[in-house]
């Protein structure tokens, strides 16, 4: 078996990588439970000066990495470049607040001395998905690492260039042999893996059915597992918003890396007073984006990530089409040899329509009108999804009520939804469970362990 480097703006193979057999894998499960012991019991303060080295790695080679970002899943290279940045962030983040975030907690009871210590859990498996290929990766492992875990990865086969690029990071970083290993194995493999007893915990980002899957054998083997799952976040736009910002931020958080990511805002939910106006200047500046080469600089607009996501947004766009919603633009393939589809707005999207209960992985925008701001609040909790959710107002306050009210890990007024290192991050209902980032994140994969003296 092999693994397909396909560059999306073309359609042509970059580079094709063997898989491993089972007698490879055994192998470096081997290894890296020989180099767990060791890591875990070196010093924090070693740990996060191994983690500072590998932000400085991924600064030195910022445009080689982001460049194979580009190449490899289609975003354009000025966000890979900010992607790079950011894994480096989240790198020094946990430098720094590590020590802080896993220090022994200490708590009165009836003992002469008590004490909460966490400590490692040991491997951590993460299966990772591909469209931010470093982000993702580095949002488990900077914490993982640094809590004295040792560290799997499982990436998505379609990006195999950026995860032999990420264990060279840290190899490249000091960090010991086998503390981090990317394998390269088929998802055939991966439950075996989990069910592996060296393997300790897993965490996964990725669709609903890879993380029923996911959860099922590590529920079955007794094993931590934390999942962030898919998307519809709502973007709430009430009647007294700053129609100028709330369209800006739109079409950035429906468009960005076209679209493809879980929290990239999908369901534009807008009061009917206002719906018309809104519409109207949202379709103006998505015509705006342009499409072509994710190299160029001039470009705005990326191709999606592969040929077959293409062709399946496109069908449930059709499907809604012929349901009875509006195409307000875009709504087919761009003329173009690679995996691109045109901005894409559809309004009038009602219950029963595909683009109304499915996730749109894609660069599609769904306008759902609702009556007030009640209403608005029942249609955003109306979704199987919660990951994430924007209010756009005025009012903070109202603001700030309204996210309150949200069925979802996080909720922002008047900006668009993200992740940042500072703030913990993960979902409800069908969107997961679990937390990453922040001292909730570095704390998911460790045992807070009771240490009770007389």
């Known amino acids: 078996m092999s693994m397909r480097s396909i560059n999306p703006a073309n359609g042509e193979t970059i580079e094709v990588y063997d898989t491993w057999d089972d007698a490879h894998l055994q192998r470096v499960l081997h290894a890296t ?7 875990s019991s070196r010093p924090i303060a070693e740990r996060c000066d191994l983690m500072r080295s590998a932000a400085s790695v991924l600064r030195q080679r910022k445009d080689e990495l ?8 289609g975003k354009l290279l000025k966000d890979a470049l900010a992607e790079i940045e950011k894994c480096a962030a989240v790198c020094e983040y946990y430098a720094d607040k590590g020590p802080q975030f896993l220090a022994d907690e200490m708590i009165e009871s009836d003992a002469g001395r008590s004490l909460v210590a966490y400590q490692p859990l040991g491997t951590v498996l ?9 982000w993702q990766v580095f949002r488990f492992a900077a914490p993982g690492l640094v809590a004295g875990n040792v560290g799997l990865l499982k990436h998505a086969s379609n990006v195999p260039a950026c995860a032999l690029a990420i264990e060279d990071i840290f190899r490249e970083a000091g960090f010991p042999d086998n503390v981090f290993r990317t394998l ?18 897993v965490t996964l980002t990725g669709s ?18 934390v999942l962030e799952l898919g998307g519809s976040d709502a973007f709430i736009v009430l009647e007294d918003a700053d129609m100028e910002l709330a369209v800006a931020q739109a079409v950035m958080s429906r468009y960005l890396n076209s679209g493809q990511s879980c929290i990239a805002a999908k369901r534009f939910i807008v009061v009917e007073e206002i ?9 103006r500046a998505v015509q705006g984006l342009v499409p072509g080469d994710p190299m160029d600089e001039n470009t705005t607009f990326a191709p999606m990530s592969r040929h077959d996501l293409r062709d399946e947004i496109h069908q449930q766009v059709l499907d809604t089409i012929t349901a009875g919603a509006v195409a307000v633009t875009g709504c087919a393939p761009e003329d173009h040899p690679g995996a691109y589809y045109q901005a894409s707005i559809l309004d009038h999207v009602k219950p029963g329509m595909r683009a109304y209960d499915e996730e749109l992985f894609g660069p599609v925008a769904i306008v759902i009108r609702a009556s007030g701001e ?3 609040i029942r249609i955003a909790n109306g979704s199987r999804y919660g990951l994430g959710g924007s209010v756009w107002t005025a009012d903070s306050e109202r603001g700030e009520r309204v996210a309150r009210q949200l069925e979802c890990g996080c909720a922002f007024v008047n900006g668009m939804v ?10 409800v209902k069908a969107s997961g469970y679990g937390r990453e980032l922040s001292v909730h994140g570095i704390r998911e994969f460790v045992n807070a362990k009771t240490i009770w003296i007389r």
Do not use: Q, Y
């Open 33 to 39: 439970a020989e180099a767990r012991p060791a890591w």
């Open 66 to 73: 982001a460049r194979t970002i580009t190449l490899e899943m």
């Open 126 to 134: 993460a299966v990772m998905p591909w469209n931010f290929p470093f």
């Open 184 to 201: 390269m194995i088929p998802a055939s493999m991966v439950a075996d893996v989990i069910e592996d007893p060296r393997v300790h915990a």
């Open 208 to 225: 609903e059915p890879a993380g029923m899957a996911v959860a099922a054998t590590a529920g079955k083997a007794l094993k931590k597992s």
């Open 275 to 283: 719906a018309d106006t809104f519409v109207e200047s949202f379709r």
């Open 374 to 376: 009640t209403d608005a």
């Open 418 to 427: 993200k992740s940042d290192p500072r703030l913990p991050f993960g979902g």
